[in-house]
């Protein structure tokens, strides 16, 4: 059971990295964070559960620097997901500083031979259990002191980073956006199950370690089963909050947002359409939808108007869905490459690419829909013309 936990955690941030959007880059750090927070659940199998020696050298102290990624990656997330600038500056990496410090003051035992790792990490394991264990300048004792207190700290600043924020965002535009309560709800989620790991940890870090007192505290294993099952927690949850974890949602950009009370308050809808059929005819002039990234998030933050507005316009104006028109100007364009001798040394496979489908079989698909027969019958036609 202590096996599945983690790699069903692993999944869950492969399917987060999966629905990521690339102008809306939250869920890259959520990815991170599910990603780091899981191979620590995995490091506590190998060394708590697993009994095996092999697995104790591999895990003991080497992966101890993700336990000081996965605080910053919660504050990146927070900050991607609600700030109005969604851009992190160069400085803000300096929060990864303490994970490299541990990196560089762990070397002296990272570097050790693998069967002498083994050797050290088996005898405290299983036979001692004393983690006053000499790395660098400091103990291994002190270094799970510092691990909790440093993941509590970040789960204050992320809380207050995301309460200004929404506080700024309100006086700024006057109103919230419309998907705040989901986004407060999984943060407050997210932060407070972290709260409460760090602080368990702490406690027991603070009992065992700095009183020398492990009397009435829960055995060691089940206080890592209790971590497990919390990370654990943590990814069932996810699956709670769909929009997170399918659609990447935030706070929208404060320009697009501004854009949006605008066209509102001084716009019908046909003059909307109107400047949207204008805009589009300047935009499509570089063939944008070529690029397999190609999306209504991308095209919104390109036009900077929101993505509700171009989907009404799709929808009521052209009757048709984004994607519909989408991968009828890839086919329109496809079917021109080849009209004009472009297209003469490439596969099916290629022309698709070239395109921006992401699958041969989808382009095949499409361009069935739109031209009623096969590409391969298409050039074919082409050929003998």
Known sequence: MEFLTPFFGIFTSFILFYYRK??????????????????????????????????????????????FVIGPLLFFYVKYAVAENKNIKPIEWLHLLPALGVIIFSL???????????????HIQAVTQDYDFSISYFSLK????????????????????????????????????????????????????????????????YSDFILNDYQGIINQKNYFRVLGATFFLQNIILFLFPKILFDSISYPDASLAKYKALQTK?????????????????????????????????????????????SNY????????????????????????????????????????????SS?????????VRKGILPSSYIKQFSNL
């Open 266 to 310: 001084k716009g019908n809808s046909l003059e909307i359409n109107q400047n949207i059929n204008t805009l589009l005819e300047q935009y499509l002039k570089e063939n944008p939808y070529i690029n397999n990234d190609f999306s209504l998030s991308k095209m919104a933050l390109d036009l900077k108007i929101s993505e509700r507005i171009l």
């Open 22 to 67: 690339d102008f809306n880059k939250s869920n890259l750090y959520l990815a991170q964070f599910f990603l780091c927070s899981n191979l620590i659940v995995l490091v506590y199998f190998g060394l708590h559960f697993s009994k095996s020696p092999f697995w104790e050298g591999v895990f003991f102290v080497n992966f101890m620097p993700l336990s």
């Open 360 to 368: 041969r079989s989808k382009f095949i698909d499409a361009f069935k």
């Open 314 to 357: 799709f929808n009521s104006k052209l009757a048709i869905s984004f994607s519909e028109w989408k991968n009828n100007l890839r086919i329109d364009y496809a079917c021109k490459l080849i009209d004009e001798g472009k297209a003469n040394k490439l596969t099916v496979e290629g022309i698709s690419l070239n395109v921006g489908f």
């Open 142 to 205: 002190q270094m799970l002191f510092i691990r909790p207190l440093h993941l509590f700290f970040y789960c204050i600043i992320s809380l207050v980073y995301f309460i200004l924020a929404t506080k700024k965002r309100k006086v700024t535009m006057g109103h919230l956006p419309s998907n705040h309560n989901v986004i407060k709800k999984w943060i407050y989620s997210l932060i407070g199950l972290q709260f409460f790991i760090s602080s368990y940890c702490l406690l027991d870090s």
């Open 108 to 122: 002296p035992y990272t570097t050790l031979p693998f069967s002498k790792k083994v050797e050290i990490a088996h």
